[in-house]
């Protein structure tokens, strides 16, 4: 799978594919490399993530080992998979407890909109992620917020979809109430 397709995009045509044919196995042959691409075709129900430098041993390779019901993924982009686990992964109740006392505390409660500040509790953001929830706040529909940023219109639903759960909104009005907040100077 190509993720630069016309009209539907590589991740969204794997995420339905998969959804129909779920015992299909998918190789995402890219030279898209950034984390929100690597986690949504991987989200999507990728098997397999090669860069489009791969050698032609290693496609040959891959595509072997998903004949066996294995999944590949490049070096480069296991460590980021591996990094993303361990930033999401729980930690045991002990450890989380002594790394919010080494932090100062716990983490900022819930505001009662529903949202977490953007500076308090909340999971960073990347940059395409701060530039949509921009974009957001300007108003602007996942469509336009696509044509904009030269994304499927599905893409940045999912990426909207994922701001939210990481600011803990609820609306896309709370994400630009959230925005405004942290843009303007206290």
């Given at each position: 799978m190509d993720l630069h397709m016309p009209l539907k995009g590589g991740v969204?045509?794997?995420?339905?594919?998969?959804?129909?044919?779920?015992?299909?196995?998918?190789?995402?042959?890219?030279?898209?490399?950034?984390?929100?691409?690597?986690?949504?075709?991987?989200?999507?129900?990728?098997?397999?993530?090669?860069?489009?430098?791969?050698?032609?041993?290693?496609?040959?390779?891959?595509?072997?080992?998903?004949?066996?019901?294995?999944?590949?993924?490049?070096?480069?982009?296991?460590?980021?998979v591996m990094d993303q686990f361990r930033r999401l992964a729980p930690l045991p109740p002990g450890e989380a407890a002594r790394d919010a006392e080494r932090d100062g505390g716990a983490a900022a409660p819930v505001e009662a909109a529903g949202s977490a500040s953007l500076s308090g509790g909340a999971e960073f953001l990347s940059e395409k992620e701060e530039k949509i929830l921009q974009l957001i706040a300007l108003g602007l529909t996942n469509r336009q917020i696509g044509q904009s940023l030269y994304l499927a219109e599905g893409t940045v639903k999912n990426y909207v979809s994922r701001i939210m759960q990481k600011l803990h909104a609820n609306t896309r009005t709370g994400l630009a109430l959230l925005s405004r907040k942290q843009s303007r100077p206290e």
């Amino acid at each position: 799978m190509d993720l630069h397709m016309p009209l539907k995009g590589g991740v969204a045509a794997t995420r339905e594919i998969t959804r129909d044919l779920p015992n299909t196995q998918i190789l995402v042959l890219t030279t898209l490399d950034d984390d929100e691409t690597v986690f949504e075709a991987v989200r999507a129900g990728a098997h397999a993530y090669l860069l489009k430098d791969a050698a032609e041993e290693e496609l040959l390779e891959t595509i072997r080992a998903l004949r066996r019901g294995e999944s590949r993924l490049t070096p480069q982009i296991a460590r980021k998979v591996m990094d993303q686990f361990r930033r999401l992964a729980p930690l045991p109740p002990g450890e989380a407890a002594r790394d919010a006392e080494r932090d100062g505390g716990a983490a900022a409660p819930v505001e009662a909109a529903g949202s977490a500040s953007l500076s308090g509790g909340a999971e960073f953001l990347s940059e395409k992620e701060e530039k949509i929830l921009q974009l957001i706040a300007l108003g602007l529909t996942n469509r336009q917020i696509g044509q904009s940023l030269y994304l499927a219109e599905g893409t940045v639903k999912n990426y909207v979809s994922r701001i939210m759960q990481k600011l803990h909104a609820n609306t896309r009005t709370g994400l630009a109430l959230l925005s405004r907040k942290q843009s303007r100077p206290e």
